[in-house]
């Protein structure tokens, strides 16, 4: 490996550690960037006999490999995810890490881990505490589209359970559920809809901090 080569690997490997900082398009970029220059830097390595051919064409497929498997990865598992906090953040929405049960395809419940969504919620609002979730295991109220609603210290208004009929038919079978306790209303779900989900969620939460 050339000098060049091994600058552009540390470059590499520099952005790499930026992973929770820099800007996801911007990030996939230099990599494309710096995957390119590594290519083009052992081909010209090799064509000037700085390093054998076939070394610098393996190292080349090697590094491309590399560079385009991280761009799969970012694409596939953590752009939407960073793109849900970004948006979090601008709606001043707190977010920390839970492990819950929730419904699961079979028709029972399995722990996963998920992100915890949540705004203040209004002082003194009743129902003390609630709960809308499609568990089957879960008793409470009907609300449609195979949600319940469970609440302890007081009863749900009717403008409350209009706002989650609502909710319901608009999150249909999607992993998530709702929870208030005193304090806060929170959501559950695994940010699997990038920035665009987050908006919903933010309006949902908006619409029951109130009740």
């Not at 995957?35 to 610098?56: K, N, P, Q, T, W």
């Not at 208004?157 to 706002?163: C, E, G, L, P, T």
């Not at 559950?188 to 939460?205: N, P, R, T």
Request: net charge neutral; glycine share 8%.
């Amino acid at each position: 490996m050339n000098e060049f080569n091994k600058g552009i690997l540390m470059l590499f490997i520099f952005l790499l550690s930026l992973e929770i900082f820099a800007e996801s398009k911007r990030k996939m970029l230099w990599v494309l960037v710096c995957s390119l220059l590594f290519a083009a830097g052992s081909i010209g390595a090799a064509v000037v006999e700085m390093e054998r051919f076939e070394v610098s064409l393996a190292v080349s497929v090697i590094m491309t490999g590399i560079c385009l498997g991280y761009l799969w990865f970012e694409k596939a598992t953590r752009r939407r995810e960073k793109a849900a906090r970004r948006q979090a953040a601008r709606f001043n929405l707190l977010v920390s890490e839970a492990e819950r049960e929730m419904p699961a395809k079979d028709g029972g419940t399995e722990k996963v881990s998920l992100a915890r969504y949540s705004l203040p919620r209004r002082e003194g609002a009743t129902p003390k505490t609630w709960l809308v979730t499609r568990r089957e295991v879960a008793k409470g109220e009907e609300i449609g589209h195979g949600w319940r609603l469970t609440a302890g210290g007081g009863e749900p208004s009717d403008a409350m359970k209009a706002i989650l009929r609502g909710i319901a038919a608009q999150a249909g079978q999607e992993q998530i559920e709702f929870e208030a306790d005193q304090s806060l209303v929170s959501a559950y779900w695994s940010e699997w809809g990038g920035a665009e989900k987050v908006e919903d969620i933010h309006q949902w939460l908006l619409a029951l901090s109130k009740y």
